[in-house]
């Protein structure tokens, strides 16, 4: 499934329908799944429903359906380029220079 082509609406609703479809593989209910998640049973009953949910209450629904460490594969741990390696000659970065073209002082950083 292409999601970069998607609306936001439509990702959320594609969401909702695999929670919805993996918690039926387990043969759960919605509420034995709000009751593992520590959330309450109308965030799974919103979330399976494309309407969404909050950050925090994703992580509680992904650990309840053992889907956690598939998170990893969203944002694996990035790597240090060489170029910035040696730029930074063993300091640590602390923050982003900024984007190439953008102007200063329009909010976006």
Same mark, same amino acid.
């Given at each position: 499934m292409e999601f @970069?082509?998607?609306s936001d609406s439509a990702v959320l609703s594609e969401f909702g329908e695999r929670v919805r479809r993996e918690r039926l593989n387990q043969n759960r209910t919605q509420a034995e799944?709000?009751?593992a998640a520590r959330v309450g049973l109308n965030v799974i009953k919103r979330l399976e429903t494309g309407d969404?949910?909050?950050? @925090?209450s994703f992580i509680r629904v992904s650990r309840a359906l053992g889907k956690i460490d598939a998170l990893d594969a969203l944002f694996p741990e990035p790597?240090?380029?060489p170029i910035q390696l040696a730029r930074l000659a063993g300091r640590?970065?602390?923050q982003?220079?900024?984007g190439r073209g953008r102007r200063k002082g329009t909010g976006n950083g």
């Open positions: @970069s082509t998607m799944l709000a009751t969404g949910c909050t950050l @925090s790597g240090v380029s640590e970065r602390k982003a220079s900024g």
